[in-house]
């Protein structure tokens, strides 16, 4: 990756909109412009001493980055490779953070200044920097940053397509072992085992797996708990949301496989998400479409098959890349035009009594519509286990 020529871009436009600095703590934005990784899945909420002045300060001359000294060998090791990182500041433990916030900000001439800080920036790091140089004004960093990560360069084609085969890989597997009367839970810890097993840092999200008995009257939800302990059984149809984390970039996959041989209902709705996936992605054209308009696409053709809005009551989909969900978002007010190399999840579902249907595919822009990423089966085929 060409980190000098991001941190370039970023710089320029610094200096044109009279931006004395941009503070990134662990994050995203910090790998994209840095490549210095986080330790997830607690980036951001480490409660290490000193943990609001963590992060990665950039100035037109400075790349510095400042981290609690029980984390120091972490970036030392990383930033040694990296000559484009000036400094790295270590917060000793017990030492005055607020007289070291006044001597960064001091000598990196960034007091009573404009500074771009992310939207997930600590309230503490703004409160006590305005409280050290009251005249500072603070600007969101996602203004200029967002548009760089939106299309993705050959590399990071590369790398996504490779999380994407190997998530594949993932569910193919998992799908051989499910037997009838095991529970989500015991489902989803072998799910989560299994992608360790094929080399990933671990899930890009919290997986879900969730079972769908026909029978009900109403589709259940569970916001607190990930998993129940409900079974397999015979009817019943089994959903997945899962992704994972490859070499720093993200997966988001999604499938709906079916205990038995699924109900005329069942195979409607099925085909009716599938196609609906379907003319979503042949009108990712780069340059033609919006996305809201994309998200309207699939929206209207499930709609026009007669199932109402709170049956499909979520976005079409998100960019996706070093964090699993990135701008722009396919869903209204997010008027974007596709570009070429934009990477999008498409995943259309159905939610009706008893049934809840759902396909998740990462796809690539290009100007002849989209490219799917993912190849696992269960779009054009029905998986069925336990005849």
Known sequence: MDYVKRLEKVRNYMAENNIAGLIL?????LEYLSGIRRQRPNAGST???GDWLTGLYVTQNEAVYVIPE????????????????????????GSDLYACAKDIWTRFKMANQTVAIPKLAMSKMIINFQKFFPETKFVCSEDFIAPMRMVKDAEEVALMKKACEETDKIFQELVKTIQIGETEVEIASR???????HGSEGPSFCSGVQLQDPSLAAVATDAINRFSQKTVQKGCSLAFDFGIILDGYCSDFG???YIGEPSKKQQ??????????AAAIKAMKAGQITAEGLDKVARDYIYNAGYVNNEFFHRLGHGIGIDVHEYPYLN???TEVLQENMMFTIEPSIHAPGVWTRVEDIVMVTKDGGVNLNSAPGVNDFIVIGE
């Open 332 to 334: 209204y007010g997010y």
């Open 255 to 257: 499938r709906t496989i």
């Open 70 to 93: 029980m984390h120091k060998g972490y970036i030392h090791e990383q930033a040694a490779s990296k000559p484009f990182i000036t400094e790295v500041i270590e917060l000793k433990e």
């Open 47 to 49: 409660h290490a001493y």
């Open 191 to 197: 799910l989560e085992f299994i992608m360790l097993q």
């Open 25 to 29: 703590p662990p994050s995203g934005d």
């Open 268 to 277: 409607e709705i099925h085909k009716v998400v599938m196609d609906s996936q």
